[in-house]
């Protein structure tokens, strides 16, 4: 892929990303007056200034909305970011406080109030298992991409799974804390799991 047709991918994916943060802003608040369930795609997209069509072609169903995690977003792209010397494990610790300090009060504490939503409403909580399969792939890819190799290789494959393998760990069973300073404390404990998870790999490699 050419430099410029790369640059106006990213442009893209940043306006896409841009757009669909904007309408889980809106959709947080509405969730937050009225409730989850309560709340209608169609109100959504009215207090998002979006179309009722531009709303269902980002979030096809009102789950989505939820589903959808800004702050890993921020983070993936801020790990591609990283200089390319530095060790896969160790430009992720990076990239997570990268993202942590680009976050704004405002937007830890809609991070805060969705996952509350998402351990609290059972239509969510129920698809936190695919959610994080669906990550699986965007990681290891992104990994590939840092390591210089293809996008199937199987080493990236295996670090990707343990990686997503230690959030999912930590969402199910570490981090049920969802008072104010979450997002620090989450944030927190999964770097000291990368340190370890570094650890092992060093030791064992």
């Known amino acids: 892929m050419h430099n410029d047709d790369r640059t106006l991918e990213n442009w893209r994916e940043q306006k896409k990303n841009k757009t669909k943060a904007a309408i889980q802003r809106e ?3 509405l969730f937050r ?7 209608t795609a169609e109100q959504i997209a009215e207090a998002a200034e979006v179309s009722r069509a531009t709303f269902f072609r980002y979030f096809p169903t009102k789950a989505d909305i939820v589903l959808y995690d800004v702050f890993a977003s921020k983070t993936l792209a801020r790990f591609l970011a ?12 990076h990239a997570l406080l990268k993202a942590l300090d ?18 609290t409403e059972p239509e969510l909580r129920k698809q ?4 994080f399969a669906r ?13 210089g190799r293809p996008h ?18 930590l969402w199910t069973v570490v981090e ?23 650890a092992v790999i060093d030791r064992d490699g």
């Open 152 to 169: 199937d290789d199987l080493e990236a494959l295996v670090l990707a799974g343990a990686v997503v393998g230690i959030a999912m760990a």
């Open 82 to 93: 990283m200089p390319a010397e530095m060790k896969p494990l160790r430009a992720l610790q």
């Open 102 to 119: 680009e976050t704004s009060v405002e937007e830890r504490e809609q991070e805060r109030q969705r996952e509350a939503l998402l351990r």
């Open 176 to 198: 049920q804390d969802l008072s104010e300073g979450f997002i620090e404390r989450h944030v927190a404990l999964l770097n000291k799991a990368l340190v370890l998870l570094a």
């Open 128 to 131: 936190m298992p695919d959610l």
């Open 33 to 39: 007056e009225q409730g989850y369930s309560a709340t």
């Open 27 to 29: 959709a947080l608040q």
């Open 135 to 147: 990550r699986l792939p965007l990681v290891a890819e992104a990994l590939a991409e840092r390591l």
